[in-house]
């Protein structure tokens, strides 16, 4: 086996000897078909690549069928799984390749570069400020960047791709690697040709900057190099191969004192860490997604290397597929239209081949009519892609990760990298145990789904979840690995944890409605001492307001999913009593922001109070009403009661209006009253803003109403123009809430005036509107639809209670 360059036949005192360097861009396919060939043609005895030695024992699970790329080696510190860095590996990164060649080749391979437990401990230096990117490896240019964060005043290290991209006159670096690399099908006739090459140019490169590296790369590279010594020195010259990002090869070339690499690798500081291999993603692969070493185009790097001829005809035909399932029109002949296209373009461009940018401008013009809108599809979905790798049982993992997968694997959850939406039908009992599983992984700070609103029902049975894997997740399941060692021991030591460090009542309240779809019976006990504890102490309404809706929330999920809430419901209906008896005054003397702030607290507990009589059991059931009549009792007060901020008030009579408990000739003496002259213009917008603002139909109250509109719009009329100009934006802020259709009315009704909008023509109509008395004829002319949308039951399809129960 002969060298790639340094002197020939010459022994540095590096120890680099006859030593194969292959210098290599991280996740370059031309480069990974390049190490394929060198090492078919040098038949080393060992191969050592860029990597934690630590890793070493994980090295023979690269045989494994189940471990297929995209996945990574990752590294986090026993005692702060949070900690951690990454080193990825694709199906056309070199360093995989050079994994799966030693191991059908039975030679051994070794990770060379510096320790994970190092570059872990160095993260921990006060004076650096680290993203957990930095710890991946790897560099947009040939070389990559180190791992870690580079210390403040440590000289910067130079772009080596785009430097040499632009000596060649290029003003992309990926397109000049691709003309000079993946397009050239380099080494064919001298398999060691490239890299001789590429040494040559960054020794150029590193001589002539001036750029030695990071203190980082110091430190790393001396540790390589100690590392190829003793490779040599157990193997023998000419017998090791070593596959390394193209930054470092001088650095290994390089004449360098044994004493001296010592030096620089003597006394770094150092931390217990485990290592495991894990799935990884396309996407995380991408530059896009932070990745220091990432690429532009994973997919399509992925495509080169795989495919074993045509590449650009394979490609386009893959976008037609795409494009087809999407249910445009694709036929062949776009696709032979859209290949001599690039090829033109090819050949305009003087590119050896079609590079992705010819492909992408032929697949706008001829598969996407000019459109960016499938071509942002094509980007998302095959240029980057949501390939994903998958790991064996086999790999090391920390107790929790095993439970984690034992449990998904029976409940039929597999992760992916794009994104899906699973429907739960929480009557059946696999879909409720999936339900638990996400709400307790939430819990845990393990985001593998988010719940978003059903597109169907909207009964409690239903559950809506977004799910989508992503690589950091590991790191995640290990941290939350010092909870437990199974996902509900873990959750529930968690939830209490929470629950004891809770900031307020509100975050409490929060965390036992998380808690209760979870499912953790045992963690209740504790966040139901900790709501009690904070509702005791806390005097503050809105506190109390803000808490009492969660509680309520959390009673009807435990209801449904059958677990005991007893206790729950004791302290609820302690906390809206305390409600009661606080409002009245704390809705005094309040500016408007603040009013508008007890507003909304008003319409929290009112609704929270109607769910809880409605969820409330036989036994329950007269208290609960009690509480209702209470509240009653609570917004007659408010409506009534002088120094009551005026949203307040006109809010306070809207409920009453709308529950029935009190007649429209009152709710329009009252609305006389807070319209009346005396009532600063000010107070009097407010009240309006109260009664018929919010989203809360009060604008077709009006249009329906006669009377108050007609008192309305007396007020408005009679405001000076000094008062007009001060109430205008809270009037526009009313009125425009409501929908276009209703405020078309409503003008149509203000310009007919009195006397004459029972004939009102209704907004995009033209036919008379609103009446009287109710059109029984029209009224029964819908009941039809209704009967179909309820079933013979009188039960709404897709949901799951009595009609009118819960809407």
Known sequence: MRAAGGEPGGRSAAGSGQALLLGVRHH???????????????????????GPPEADALIPLAADEDLRPPVALLAHAVDEPGRSAFWPMAEFSPEWVALRWALEHGVPARF??????????????PDEDTAPEDTQPGGTGPGGTAPGARPPGDDLRVDPLAALADAAGYDDPERWWEDVVEHRGAGRRDPLAPFAAIEEAMTALRDGHGAAGTERDRVREAYMRLQLRAALKEFGDGSVAVVCGAWHVPALRRTTALTADRALVRGLPKIKTDLTWVPWTHRRLARAGGYGAGIDSPGWYAHLFAAPD???????????????????????????????LAETLAALRGRPLPGLGETTDAVRAVLCEGSDVPLALIEDRLVVGDVMGEVPATAPAVPLQRDLDRRRRRLRLTPEAAERELELDLRKETDAERSRLLHRLRLLRV??????VSRGSTGTFRET??????????????EAGVWGTTVPAAATARVEADAVA?????????LAERCLPAGLPDALPTVMRVIAERAALDTDVGHLARALPALVRSLRYGDVRG???????????????????GLPPACAALDADAAEEMRGHVDAVHGAVGLLEEEAGAERAPLHSRLRDRWRDVLRLLSARGGVAGVVRGRAVRLLLDDGELAADEAARLMGLAL???????????????????????????????????????????????????VLPLLRRTFSAYEAGVRRTLGELVRRGPGERGTVVRAGAGTAGFADEIDAGRADAVLPVVRLLLGPDGTRRGDDHPAGVRT
């Open 447 to 452: 985001d593998w789904g988010e719940p978003v």
């Open 502 to 510: 809770a900031r307020g009542l509100a975050e409490a309240t929060a």
């Open 465 to 478: 979840w977004r799910l989508r894997w992503q690589p950091e997740l590991s790191v995640r399941v290990a």
């Open 563 to 581: 677990t005991g809430t007893g206790a729950l419901a004791d302290v609820a209906v302690g906390l809206a009593e305390r409600i009661f008896v």
């Open 310 to 340: 045509r590449p650009v005809e394979r490609w386009l035909t893959k976008v037609a597929g795409l494009l087809r399932d999407e249910d445009r029109v694709v036929s062949p002949a776009h696709v032979i239209e859209a290949v001599r």
């Open 28 to 50: 370059g396919p031309g480069s990974a078909r390049a190490v394929r060939r060198a090492l078919d043609a040098a038949r080393p005895r060992t191969v050592l690549i860029e």
């Open 676 to 726: 009346s002259p005396g009532t600063p213009p000010a107070d009097a917008a407010a009240w309006i803003e109260g009664f018929v603002g919010g989203g809360a139909g009060g604008g077709l109250l009006l249009v329906h109403d006669e009377r108050l509109l007609g008192l309305v719009d007396g007020w408005l009329s009679g405001v000076s123009a000094e008062a007009f100009t001060d």
């Open 112 to 125: 060379i570069d510096l320790p994970a437990a190092h570059t872990l401990a160095w993260r921990r230096k």
